[in-house]
């Protein structure tokens, strides 16, 4: 399988827990993105990296979200001290030119 | 600002009739990318189509078809004969000048139901 995976699927987790997020590109990919998505709206950019060096930053990214992309492969994204507004789809996609998505995070804080 | 708006949010249809998805965007971009993508119900985003704001050739792909119209800044979709496999959110979405390698922007979809 050569697509974009995520790690988890789903995460249920306690408000005020942090959480960790991971996505696998496509290898021959250089661009990453976050985008979360909630239900009955389009996904929404988070931030986005070229290889290790992250380009832009939303301002929906809270000081409580982090992401890194420390080698130029897979990427990391933290929520710290999770809200119930947290909870959406977490979608991560890479490209060369086109974005290719991962099946996402759905992420639940109760 | 860039801005997509799909203004139908749900669609159903009977099985084998034709439908059309609108979208409309806003950029102050002389220079944009316009895509559609298609959510099924297992959730991973499919890609379907990119076009540059130069091309406004419409474009057939098989059961599919794509109208860009830069005088009314609409690229709207077309599914001919439609199956239940076409059931699914559709999105439309707008990039800046740098192909599809910039963060898209994304309209609020449009849910169909087809139905046998």
């Known amino acids: 399988d050569t697509g974009v995976s995520q790690d988890p699927r789903h995460k249920i987790t306690k408000r005020g827990q942090n959480v960790t997020f991971r996505c696998d590109p496509i290898?021959?990919?250089?661009?990453l993105y976050w985008y979360r998505q909630t239900l009955g709206q389009g996904p929404e950019f988070l931030t986005y990296?070229?290889?290790?060096?992250?380009?832009?930053k939303s301002r929906l990214l809270s000081d409580r979200f982090s992401a890194e992309r420390p080698k130029g492969s897979f990427s990391t994204l933290e929520i710290q001290r999770t809200e119930q507004g947290d909870s959406a789809m977490y979608l991560c996609?890479?490209?060369?030119?086109?974005?290719?998505f991962g099946p996402g995070t759905r992420l639940t804080v109760l | 600002a860039q801005k997509v708006t799909q203004a139908q949010t749900e669609i159903s249809v009977v099985e084998k009739e034709d439908v059309t998805l609108d979208c409309v965007y806003e950029t102050r971009d002389t220079t944009y990318y316009l895509f559609w993508y298609k959510q099924p119900p297992s959730g991973e985003l499919v890609f379907l189509i990119r076009r540059n704001s130069f091309d406004e050739q419409n474009e057939i792909s098989g059961r599919y078809s794509w109208n860009f119209q830069k005088s009314t800044s609409s690229f709207n979709f077309t599914i001919t004969a439609s199956q239940v496999v076409d059931s699914a959110v559709y999105f439309c979405?707008?990039?800046?000048?740098?192909?599809?390698?910039?963060?898209?922007?994304f309209g609020k979809g449009t849910r169909l139901s087809v139905i046998a």
């Open positions: 979405a707008l990039s800046d000048p740098d192909s599809g390698n910039t963060p898209l922007v």
């Open positions: 996609a890479s490209s060369l030119i086109d974005q290719v």
């Open positions: 290898s021959e990919h250089n661009r």
């Open positions: 990296f070229q290889n290790e060096a992250q380009l832009e």
